[in-house]
């Protein structure tokens, strides 16, 4: 089953790759440009809402939100590029929030063993939220694979439920 994640933050790309029985394409921050710099934030940041004080090099104190941290690193990376660095170099500056997109190609068994680690609670909460979209969507077109799992009231966890 190969499945494409769109959207997903670079962080969510790291966390997937170390699945070993899989076969990835991924987006590469090499040859992607940037400039235009999208970044996934967690759940309950208020993106415009100042929450730390940066301390520039003269002293001064700016405050600024994720929102204004996230034009930041956009404008760093475009002025690397302006400087003429490369891609590949000017994406040093890139957070982990930055977007990105994966295809992941496994069989169903690895697919079992994925959703068992990324739709449980202890999951990383973007991991987690994905995951549990995708088993509710393979449920319905293979259940015989997956009808096994139980997905919680909230839908923000499943697990195996043996028969």
């Not at 309950?44 to 204004?68: A, N």
Request: proline share 4%; with cysteine.
């Amino acid at each position: 089953m190969m499945v494409r994640f769109d959207d997903v933050s670079r962080g969510f790309t790291h966390e997937q790759v170390r699945h070993r029985l899989i076969s990835v394409t991924q987006e590469s921050t090499r040859y992607v440009d940037e400039s235009n710099l999208r970044v996934v934030a967690p759940p309950g940041v208020d993106p415009k809402r100042k929450i730390v004080k940066l301390v520039m090099s003269d002293g001064r104190v700016q405050e600024i939100s994720f929102e204004d941290w996230a034009k930041l690193n956009e404008q760093m990376y475009a002025g690397l590029r302006q400087e003429g660095l490369a891609q590949e170099d000017a994406r040093q500056i890139l957070p982990i929030g930055v977007v990105a997109e994966i295809v992941i190609t496994a069989n169903f068994r690895e697919w079992r063993h994925i959703f068992q680690l990324r739709c449980s609670p202890g999951a990383h909460w973007e991991i987690r939220l994905t995951m549990v979209q995708l088993l509710e969507r393979v449920q319905k077109l293979v259940p015989v694979v997956f009808d096994d799992f139980v997905i919680d009231e909230n839908h923000s966890s499943a697990k195996i439920v043996r028969n």
